[in-house]
């Protein structure tokens, strides 16, 4: 598969990744003056997967035959599926067969009897539109490795490359996301962000861009169901790791080292709230952009399909209602979280041993070696190694399958296993269940 790396079995210790987290309910303050240490990282990472960096020629990430198992009948042909996206679709940190592109596929799969082409041109830290106001930018090295962070090709010059491919007009199947980069990661988490401004930055870069996004899919892909994913509150009042309480400090820090690209975040860094309120300011912004993000989505959609019968859906994770709020994730899920559906921040130890690490960290330190081993590029090396954090780890995206999957109408699935409905896997209770458990 192009782009692709194979790099071995790495498996998670959940019950030993528990225990180095956990901080002495005698020893409230244990964790602080450790956790102060990484902060800056943090904040760093989520600066730099935001914004721009190298370019990125017209490649797919990812080209993959998906069969479901023996039934698979290999005398009809695939079903077309693309992934147009960013880090979120392209899954920072997961092997190929765990990301929910690839599970999407797979199930597919079961459920006609055919196997699934699946092309992917999702990458790290893609735009949603070309800015026009950045600076040139350099070729990606590796266009094929979707892990490193760059920011084009963005999604409507994925959307490009992927109708040029020979039957593109024949695809059957797009998973789309894309805007999270434009309104800026770091905005959301900076504990001095105005929630007001994210608000309108969110609805601004998620609302119209998007539905001129869809209606060019519509055009270059006219037999395609199109599925659009969301988002998800990073931050929530259950998160409570590396020192939130400190963030402000360091992300003024941060922000000096990027001064070029975040002016104007300097400026509000000089806005201080009290250390009390910065968590709920980050948990706050956190859940604004969750929610406005998840409107202008669907209001995109909805405008897509205008009067015709649907072929644009949304695909939203399950939300529940907690002391009469919206609806949203369950907080639990957040970054920190008790039931995390995120990747923590990897910490590395000499050459060969991490805590919280993802199933590709040591591939990944191999290609960021390789690509940032200039001196004055530590800390793109940093954050490239580190760049899975704030993803949605093996949980987040079955999650994310799960929500996807609910949403594919059975009448599409009937059209796509032909005449063989009657041989077919029937779509069961059990093969919808939601796994969060709401």
Same mark, same amino acid.
């Given at each position: 598969m192009?782009?692709?790396h194979?790099?071995g079995e790495l498996q998670?210790d959940?019950r030993f990744?528990?225990k180095m987290?956990?901080?002495?309910?005698?020893a409230?303050?244990?964790?602080?003056?450790?956790?102060r240490m990484?902060?800056p990282?943090l904040v760093?990472l989520?600066m730099y997967l935001?914004?721009?960096?190298?370019?990125?020629?017209?490649?797919?990430?990812?080209?993959?035959?998906?069969?479901?198992?023996?039934?698979?009948r290999?005398?009809?042909?695939?079903?077309?599926?693309?992934a147009?996206g960013?880090?979120?679709?392209w899954?920072?940190?997961?092997?190929?067969?765990?990301t929910?592109?690839h599970?999407?596929a =797979?199930?597919?799969?079961?459920?006609t009897?055919?196997s699934v082409?699946l092309?992917t041109?999702?990458?790290s830290?893609?735009? !949603?539109?070309?800015?026009?106001?950045?600076?040139?930018?350099e070729? =990606?090295?590796?266009p094929?490795a979707g892990?490193?962070d760059?920011s084009v090709?963005?999604v409507?010059?994925?959307i490009?490359?992927?109708s040029?491919m020979?039957?593109?007009?024949?695809?059957d199947l797009i998973?789309?996301e894309g805007?999270?980069?434009?309104v800026?990661a770091e905005?959301?988490v900076?504990p001095w962000?105005?929630?007001?401004?994210?608000?309108?930055?969110?609805?601004?870069k998620?609302?119209c861009?998007?539905?001129?996004?869809l209606?060019k899919?519509?055009?270059?892909f006219?037999a395609?169901?199109?599925?659009?994913?969301?988002?998800y509150p990073?931050?929530?009042d #259950?998160?409570?790791?590396?020192?939130?309480?400190?963030?402000r400090?360091?992300?003024?820090?941060a922000i000096?080292?990027?001064?070029?690209?975040?002016?104007?975040?300097?400026?509000?860094?000089?806005?201080?709230?009290?250390?009390h309120q910065e968590?709920?300011?980050?948990?706050? =912004?956190s859940e604004?952009f969750?929610?406005?993000?998840?409107?202008?989505l669907?209001?995109?959609?909805?405008q897509?399909?205008g009067a015709?019968?649907p072929?644009f859906?949304?695909a939203?994770l399950?939300?529940a209602?907690i002391?009469g709020?919206?609806?949203?994730v369950?907080p639990?899920?957040?970054?920190?979280a008790?039931?995390r559906h995120?990747?923590?921040?990897?910490?590395r130890f000499l050459?060969?041993?991490?805590?919280?690490?993802?199933?590709?960290?040591?591939?990944r330190?191999?290609?960021c070696?390789q690509y940032f081993?200039?001196p004055?590029?530590i800390?793109d090396?940093?954050v490239?190694?580190?760049n899975s954090?704030?993803?949605?780890n !093996?949980a987040?995206?079955?999650?994310?399958?799960w929500?996807?999957?609910a949403?594919?109408?059975?009448t599409?699935i009937?059209?796509? #296993?032909?005449?063989?409905?009657?041989?077919a896997?029937k779509?069961t209770?059990s093969?919808?269940?939601d796994p969060?458990g709401?």
């Open positions: 192009r782009g692709y194979f790099y998670e959940r990744e528990e987290m956990a901080v002495p309910e005698w409230p303050n244990a964790a602080k003056t450790p956790m990484m902060t990282i760093l989520l935001s914004s721009s960096a190298y370019g990125q020629t017209c490649v797919a990430t990812g080209n993959s035959l998906v069969s479901s198992g023996a039934q698979t290999s005398d009809l042909p695939p079903i077309k599926m693309i147009f960013t880090s979120v679709t899954g920072n940190g997961l092997r190929e067969d765990n929910f592109r599970i999407v =797979n199930w597919v799969s079961a459920q009897n055919r082409q092309y041109f999702a990458h830290s893609a735009l !949603l539109v070309n800015q026009p106001a950045e600076p040139p930018t070729p =990606n090295p590796d094929g892990d490193l760059y090709p963005s409507d010059q994925q490009d490359c992927a040029s020979p039957d593109s007009a024949t695809t998973l789309m805007c999270i980069n434009d800026g905005r959301i900076y962000t105005q929630t007001a401004e994210l608000r309108d930055r969110t609805d601004q998620c609302g861009p998007m539905g001129k996004e209606r899919v519509g055009e270059r006219p395609a169901v199109v599925i659009v994913v969301g988002y990073i931050i929530s #259950r998160s409570s790791l590396f020192g939130f309480s400190s963030t400090g360091a992300a003024k820090r000096k080292t990027y001064t070029n690209k975040h002016p104007e975040a300097l400026q509000q860094s000089k806005h201080r709230l009290p250390r968590h709920g300011r980050m948990a706050t =912004n604004e969750y929610q406005h993000a998840k409107a202008a669907k209001e995109a959609v909805s897509a399909n015709n019968p072929r859906f949304f939203g399950p939300e209602s002391g709020r919206l609806p949203t369950d639990l899920f957040a970054y920190g008790p039931q995120q990747w923590m921040l990897p910490i050459h060969f041993w991490a805590f919280h690490k993802d199933q590709k960290f040591w591939y330190q191999k290609l070696d081993n200039r004055l590029a800390v090396r940093t490239c190694e580190d954090a704030f993803h949605p !093996l987040g995206e079955r999650l994310y399958a929500s996807i999957e949403v594919v109408p059975a599409v009937d059209g796509w #296993r032909l005449r063989f409905a009657a041989s896997p779509r209770a093969t919808l269940r969060s709401h």
